[in-house]
């Protein structure tokens, strides 16, 4: 509910200008979790009960030229106590003068086109105990400028200067590495978490293109893994863990690299490193009739010197690209009714191959969306995944309506199919599928 | 002055003539005088500027049973194309703050972005699919957007009474292949050339659909809109009401308030 009032400490502004609106809005979600199959690690729990609170408060001034928001994330979790957490999403202040716009503050922000790999979104931190799809997001400290074109298209410069880092599933956690990772990580840069991370992006439209080009310059957002704790063990030779990399979707906990560990020794714990890059990217979706065509793509110069030394698989210098495109068509008013149903197709490619990266360097993603347009907003979402390299797995099942003016369920099935010991990136998790039931409640 | 006073003289005909059976019409064919009517409501209602309103609708099934929307929306005149607006959505709350910006064009698909809060995430949309519902109601997408003249071919159908009121009837034929139509039927009367009621047809050309508008207001002395919409679905017994509240017209609002780089800080 917005509630409007004047503001009579604005006394000085001209009455017009003094309303002000503020809305506080608070979102509950239950969620339910059951794995469908015996975990890896006893440690790891089969089912899990979690609540999360996630209040916004919004105020806006002066017609709406100055705006504060502050949206706050809480979450409490039966299984994985790393998955208690808070996290702060958002605190900024935005100014609006004309064609320029001044945020300051803890925001988030959206980079890309294409639908499962978000390969180009870059401000913002994944909140990696949230979902592994990429899609929840850790706040971020800013200052963004923005510079609005008349024509629609708009510049944006980011000063980023202060780094989150990923957070990881404790033990009982599933869709996590076979090894605990410490919560103290390393950085290439000595300034470590203060390095002052810059971005700029440009993107407009014509036609039926929009596009959006950005140059980013600072801290990796992908951690990559060091071992932390070796267990020596004199008569061992065999490596427990001999190569790590789950790059699951945004990579749950380990990615790329195949991590190999000493000689004659047990890995008892990782590292996270986070290097330093220059990326240069673009985003693209062409939009004709009933089709949408997309398309993500970025090149990357990567230093990673500090970390090369300790996990051979980690390359110093590496410049490398990587890209996703595809298309989405929908067939509108189906089977004589309101439906909608959409198809989309994705290529993901990397070049720096199987184990390098995200895990998504030869992949087909396939999907269907229904969409009842009835009054409860039904709607289904089923898709697969499969690596053309090693043939590797996974299906994703989603459907959600609403129940009142205040409440939606959702349900979510996840399966690992098939996965080859060679993909490192879906090996760990390869027993964590999953059905999920989630109820939200908008207060 | 004396082509000054040629105009006056000129004006003061068509002012003598006009009200008496509407004599531009006479000369014309249904299908040239469908036209003209259509082009005169329109030219009647230019130069609002921009508008924006708060609009709530109830939807109700065939048990009567009620679920509500409740939307903002602002518009935007544009001259020489189809006009811009923007709804924001505040009821139900899953999708509040959810925006859907549409750029009308009078000749091919609209450019439509929707803004989704919950990833912060800018989305140009297919806008294609006109004939759908437009958020689970009874209006589809292409009952709602802009009006424009060049989106129908029209032909004019016959003089009538409806509720005492004398109206025009005309048909008007959806000119994109896209529409869920294949006629519509509209009444508007001839004081005001104001639409009163709307009758559509399918694609089977079987009648979908009633719209009927009610509570007529005029604003800046000039622009009529209706404070009620009601759209009855007579196949499946559905029927939705459009309620529009707080209406506020040349506010001053311009093309930088319909701007998809802007479309996030909307509230």
């Known amino acids: ?64 030229q100055h705006s504060v928001t502050a949206n706050a994330f809480a979450r409490v979790d039966s299984a994985d106590s790393e998955r208690n957490h808070i996290d702060l999403r958002e605190l900024h202040w935005q100014g609006v003068f004309d064609a320029w716009e001044v945020r300051v503050g803890i925001s988030r922000v959206f980079w890309g086109r294409t639908e499962l790999l978000h390969l180009v979104d870059t401000i913002n931190q994944d909140d990696a105990l949230e979902n592994i799809d990429g899609e929840d997001k850790l706040g971020q400290p800013m200052l963004r400028l923005n510079y609005v074109y008349d024509t629609g298209g708009s510049t944006r410069l980011y000063v980023l200067p202060y780094f989150r880092e990923r957070r990881f599933a404790g033990e009982g956690g599933r869709l996590r590495a076979p090894v605990p990772i410490d919560a103290k990580a390393v950085y290439e840069s000595g300034a470590g978490q203060h390095h002052v991370d810059w971005a700029i992006r440009h993107q407009g439209w014509s036609g039926g293109l929009d596009y959006g080009i950005a140059w980013f310059s600072g801290t990796q957002r992908d951690p990559k893994f060091v071992p932390d704790e070796v267990r020596v063990d004199p008569g061992a030779t065999a490596l427990a863990v001999n ?9 749950i906990a380990l990615n790329s690299m195949g991590l190999l560990s000493p000689a004659s020794g047990e890995l008892v714990s990782l590292k996270a490193f986070y290097g330093q890059m220059d990326q240069l990217s673009i985003d693209a979706q062409y939009t004709s009739g009933s089709w949408l065509w997309k398309l993500e793509a970025l090149w990357r110069d990567e230093y990673n010197r500090h970390a090369a030394g300790s996990n051979p698989a980690i390359i110093g210098r590496h410049r490398y690209s990587a890209a996703t495109a595809g298309l989405e068509y929908s067939f509108y008013g189906v089977f004589d009714s309101a439906s909608d149903i959409g198809v989309l197709v994705e290529y993901l490619w990397d070049e720096r191959g199987l184990n390098g990266g995200s895990g998504f360097q030869d992949d087909v993603f396939l999907a269907a969306r229904w969409a009842a347009n009835d009054a409860w907003d039904s709607a289904l979402l089923a898709g697969l995944v499969f690596d053309r390299e090693v043939n590797s ?19 979510e099935a996840r399966v690992f199919h098939r996965i080859s010991d060679e993909d490192h990136s879906f090996y760990p998790i390869r027993f964590d599928d999953y059905i999920q039931l989630e109820y939200n409640w908008y207060l | 002055m004396k082509p000054r006073l040629s105009k006056r003289i000129l004006l003061l005909l068509l002012v003598l003539f006009s009200p008496f059976g509407f004599a531009q019409y006479e000369s014309l064919s249904a299908t040239e005088k469908g036209l003209a009517i259509a082009r005169e409501a329109d030219r009647r209602d230019e130069g609002w500027q921009d508008s924006s309103a708060t609009m709530i609708m109830v939807l109700r099934n065939r048990h009567g049973q009620e679920s509500s929307r409740q939307m903002r929306s602002k518009s935007l005149e544009v001259a020489d194309d189809g006009d811009k607006s923007l709804i924001i959505f505040d009821e139900p709350r899953d999708v509040r703050g959810t925006a859907l910006l549409t750029f009308s064009r009078k000749v091919g698909d609209d450019d439509q972005w929707l803004y989704l809060p919950a990833l912060k995430r800018v989305k140009r949309i297919a806008s294609s699919n006109k004939s759908g519902p437009f958020m689970g109601s009874e209006f589809a997408y292409e009952d709602i957007s802009s009006q424009e003249v060049e989106k129908y ?11 005492d009121v004398d109206c025009f009837v005309i048909e008007r034929d959806p000119v994109d292949k896209d529409s869920g139509y294949s006629r519509q039927v509209v009444w508007l009367d001839k004081a005001e050339y104001r639409v009163q009621k709307v009758d559509y047809y399918d694609r089977k050309q079987s009648h979908l659909k009633t ?52 479309l996030a800080r909307m509230r």
């Not at chain 1, 000085?12 to 609106?21: D, Y």
Request: glycine fraction near 6%.
């Open chain 1, 1 to 64: 509910m917005i509630v409007r009032s004047l503001g009579f400490w604005l006394c000085g502004v001209s009455t017009a200008f003094a309303q002000i609106n503020h809305s506080l809005e608070t979102d509950v979600q239950l969620e339910l979790r059951g794995y469908t199959e015996d975990a890896l690690l006893d440690a790891q729990e089969d089912y899990r009960a979690a609540v999360a609170m996630n209040p916004e408060w919004y105020m806006d001034w002066n017609g709406a």
């Open chain 2, 211 to 262: 719209l009927t508008f009610y509570d007529y207001q005029q604003y800046l002395d000039k622009h009529w809109r209706a404070n009620r919409l009601e759209m009855l679905n007579h196949q499946t017994l559905k029927s939705t009401s459009l309620n529009f509240q707080n209406y506020v017209f040349a506010s001053g609002l311009d093309e930088r308030d319909f701007n998809q780089s802007g």
């Open chain 1, 393 to 411: 797995q996974f299906f994703s099942l989603e459907y959600s309506r609403r129940l009142s003016g205040q409440s939606k369920v959702s349900l």
């Open chain 2, 153 to 163: 071919r029209y032909t004019f159908l016959r003089d009538e009474k409806l509720n």
């Open chain 1, 243 to 251: 190569s790590t990399s789950a790059g699951l979707i945004q990579q």
